[in-house]
């Protein structure tokens, strides 16, 4: 029998190399919410003009700066033409939240309501089923794989920072989740609102061939989904 070749590195070496690598990737590890904060608290100053990460600090701070009643009653569904409303939570409605990596939101759902696919480019999803029954699920970047689970009053479910995702309201009840997530404004990009109802708008000859159909196809979708001039 051959003897196994004995590795070329001497042990010390491979841990030197490993302890080194890990060093390398812990502070990008660190950084994959938002960054840190440099004192207790900064309060947005939601009308300051100065441009920074995030949003300027107020002089004069309250507890109503940390403080929000707006989940406590359903949204109205009836605002949106999918059956579903967002309520958020972020630093624009609770300015204490500046700096802080951290906000809620409450999404409602009529039976058959859906939070069409989206994803959050700042932030994992955490959330907690209030009531009613839902489908729910994720599709991963590497191989489009489908992550999906029907959940349940009190159920969880995690939807990756970045992942495509999206809920359904599979029951005949009015369906209720609270969601978590690891920044202070998540940032939400719709799929079909980002190509079909950008201004100005994505060309036509890009969305036949992304979506291979015709432009017919493309324009129809478009008129549902422009947004609504008054
Ligand atoms: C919900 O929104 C619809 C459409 O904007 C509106 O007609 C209705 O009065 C709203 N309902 C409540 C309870 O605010």
Do not use: W
């Not at 480019?121 to 689970?149: C, S, W, Y």
């Not at 969880?156 to 209720?176: C, E, K, Y």
């Not at 939400?188 to 196809?217: I, R, Y």
């Amino acid at each position: 029998m051959a003897a196994i070749p004995s590795s070329p590195l001497h042990p010390l070496a491979i841990v030197v190399v490993v302890v080194a690598a890990m060093l390398i990737l812990l502070p990008s590890a660190s950084l994959a919410g938002d960054a840190d904060l440099l004192q207790d608290i900064c309060v947005a100053d939601l009308t300051s003009t100065v441009k920074v990460n995030g949003f300027a600090c107020k002089a004069t701070v309250t507890s109503d700066d940390f403080y929000f009643r707006g989940l406590a009653v359903a949204g109205n569904t009836s605002v949106t033409p999918y059956g579903s409303v967002v309520t958020a939570a972020n630093v624009v409605q609770v300015p204490g939240l500046n700096t802080l990596g951290v906000s809620l939101s409450r999404i409602d759902y009529t039976p058959g309501g859906v939070n069409p696919p989206h994803t959050h480019p700042r932030a994992t999803e955490m959330i907690f089923v209030l009531q009613g029954t839902l489908d729910v699920g994720f599709v991963t970047a590497a191989g489009n794989r489908l992550v999906a689970k029907t959940l349940a009053a009190g159920d969880v479910f995690v939807f990756p920072r970045g992942l495509v995702h999206f809920q359904r309201n599979a029951g005949d009840a009015p369906a209720a989740v609270v969601a978590a997530f690891n920044s202070q404004l998540p940032g939400t990009q719709s799929l079909a609102a980002a190509v079909f109802a950008a201004e100005p708008e994505v060309p036509d000859a890009v969305l036949t061939k992304a979506f291979q159909v015709g432009t017919k196809e493309v324009e129809k979708i478009k008129s549902r989904l422009a947004p609504k001039k008054s």
